[in-house]
């Protein structure tokens, strides 16, 4: 079960890479092959998607099924088992939440770059007629 978190949280820290190298200042020629290189990754990372919300669906059942640790029954240990364990489920709904969220926002800066440049490519060839 650990493996998947992990594999999630390193695709969090590649997309926030690629999030902050994205919005970085660089110029245009370099800022243009950036956007084409991520963007041919951008549909074959989509994945991510997905396996966030079978994530999410798993913390959900998890949650649902979870043994209750609330009466004066349960022990001191059990208690902060308990206690650990949704603590570690609202982090793993974090992580998947800011997966499918970091996704969206390289998707959206890439297609508006690409828009702008050929907004720009138009407004070139108005201007040379």
């Not at 074959?44 to 999410?56: E, H, R």
Request: with cysteine.
């Amino acid at each position: 079960m650990a493996l998947q978190w992990m594999i999630l949280t390193y695709v969090v820290a590649a997309e926030a890479a690629v999030a902050i190298l994205l919005t970085l200042p660089s110029p245009k020629a370099i800022k243009s092959r950036i956007v084409s290189l991520i963007s041919l990754t951008l549909q074959p990372s989509l994945f991510i998607v997905p396996f966030a919300g079978f994530q999410l669906l798993d913390i959900y059942w998890k949650n649902e099924h979870r043994l209750m640790c609330t009466g004066e029954i349960c022990t001191a240990a059990e208690r902060d088992r308990y206690e650990k364990s949704i603590y570690k489920a609202q982090r793993n709904a974090i992580l998947c939440l800011a997966a499918c969220l970091l996704y969206w926002c390289i998707y959206r800066v890439c297609k508006y770059y690409k828009e702008i440049q050929s907004i720009e490519e138009v407004e070139k060839r108005l201007k040379d007629e």
